[in-house]
Structures are given as structure tokens and as C-alpha cells.
């Protein structure tokens, strides 16, 4: 069992940053995939980026690439998304996710295991 707590939503004006957490309990965290989604009022969760067990792969969709990026401190139990040059379409709730499944590339919402309950970005233009 995995509990995801993220942290680190907020408003903030277009073109600025900003940095999410996402903190795990329990002893396994290191053999799990992380992942973020994002879901936007009306539309359905979408896959943001994505990072192995590792952390030597990293995935992103095309939405966000060149802009936000994903790590993770397997010490610290702890994943983060650090999110600059910030677009209006960005304003969403972002989840934290955890999967024991191998993806390469975009990581499917139903494959994941556990969910966080989000945090709100609000980017204002």
C-alpha cells in the first residue's frame, strides 16, 4: 500500500513557476514508476510526465516539454514537478500517481495503482 500527499499548487500569473511534491508513505517506494496527471474542469485526467523507478527515464506529453520537469528523491520519498514559463492551459488539478507496471513513453491513467487527491495549479493570463 502507497499514500500519495501532493503539495505545492497555488495561483500564479502567466510565464511564472512553480514546484509540486508529492510525498509517499511505506518502504516500497523506490520499486514504483511515478507519475502526474493533470485534469482540467470538464475534461478528462491527462498524463503530464512520467519517471521510472530509477529516475534514469523520464517521460513527458508534448504539451509540456522544453517546460516542466519531473524528478524524484527515492531518500526522500518524495516526487516533484517543477513547472516553469506557466500557460493558462495549464490551470488544472495535478495528481500524483504510482504504478508497479513498466511504461515507456506516456503512462496510461488506468494503469496506474494509487492516486493521490491532488493539489489546484491556477495560472492567470
Known amino acids: 500500500q502507497v499514500q500519495l500527499v501532493e503539495s505545492g499548487g497555488g495561483l500564479v500569473q502567466a510565464g511564472g513557476s512553480l514546484r509540486l511534491s508529492c510525498a509517499a508513505s511505506g518502504r516500497t517506494f523506490r520499486t514504483y514508476n511515478m507519475g502526474w496527471f493533470h485534469q482540467a474542469p470538464g475534461k478528462e485526467r491527462e498524463f503530464v510526465a512520467g519517471?521510472?523507478?530509477?529516475?534514469?527515464?523520464?517521460y513527458y506529453a508534448d504539451s509540456v516539454k522544453g517546460r516542466f520537469t519531473i524528478s524524484r528523491d527515492n531518500a526522500k520519498n518524495t516526487v516533484y514537478l517543477q513547472m516553469n514559463s506557466l500557460k493558462p492551459e495549464d490551470t488544472a488539478v495535478y495528481y500524483c500517481a504510482a504504478t508497479s507496471k513498466y511504461y515507456s513513453g506516456t503512462y496510461p491513467a488506468y494503469g496506474m495503482d494509487y492516486w493521490g487527491k491532488g493539489t489546484l495549479v491556477t495560472v492567470s493570463s
Open positions: 519517471i521510472s523507478w530509477s529516475g534514469g527515464y523520464a
